[in-house]
């Protein structure tokens, strides 16, 4: 019985996933709806990716639903309402990414060849404004999720250096560390960036383990994304 109820749940989850994705397209152009299904969509593919029991599941749930509420507070009139006000850095990320999605809405795809070396974040950010609308709050949802996922890298180096309890450690030191929670749910590239830089280590790991053209490759695209998103000056 146990293992027809496994199959029934691997089989509901994926579909769970598919009907949010739906959801997410339709929802347009409802801002609310949107940004509901998009948290949720990420939602379930960690229910896709790993079984609820995995230590690893447990860390990264935590991690994303934290830092969705920090969100929230930042952007609740109760206490400062910053849901359309955009600070410092995030005014040139913000209008970046809305020249670009309107450049990919319009098919001007060569547009972005002169702009990638210098401008690849905002063209990076500009890919959910294309699809759902400018909506500022999906690019920190969207770093949000970029955050969570660099967890799941810390974990892997730790495990591959230390062990699990070594690992589990490192993950939930970083799920509650104060300034990935404030910092890493802005509009601003230093989610991305952390999170190429980790992966890069991950991938230099497992490259001196097992030597390949495709790690070489993964390890290749990953420091050119790291040179990429370069400080533009």
Known sequence: MSIVLEQIWIKLRWVFLGLCLLALFLARPNQELVLFFFCLTFICFLLCRWHPSDPIFKILLVSYLLRLLMLYIRTSPWFVSWSNIILGDEIGYEAGAAKYASMLRAGNFGGFLGDIRYYTYHIIISIP???????????????????????????????????????????????????????FISMCRDALTLFAVVVFIWLSIKLMEEKSLYGFVKLGLCALLLYLLRCVT
């Open 129 to 183: 404004y294309a699809l759902f609308g400018r909506i500022p709050n999906l690019i920190r949802v969207f770093n949000a999720i970029i955050n969570t996922i660099t967890i799941y890298y810390i974990y892997l180096i730790a495990n591959k250096l230390f062990g699990q309890k070594a690992a589990k450690m490192a993950g939930w030191v970083y799920c509650f560390w104060p300034s990935t929670l404030f910092s």
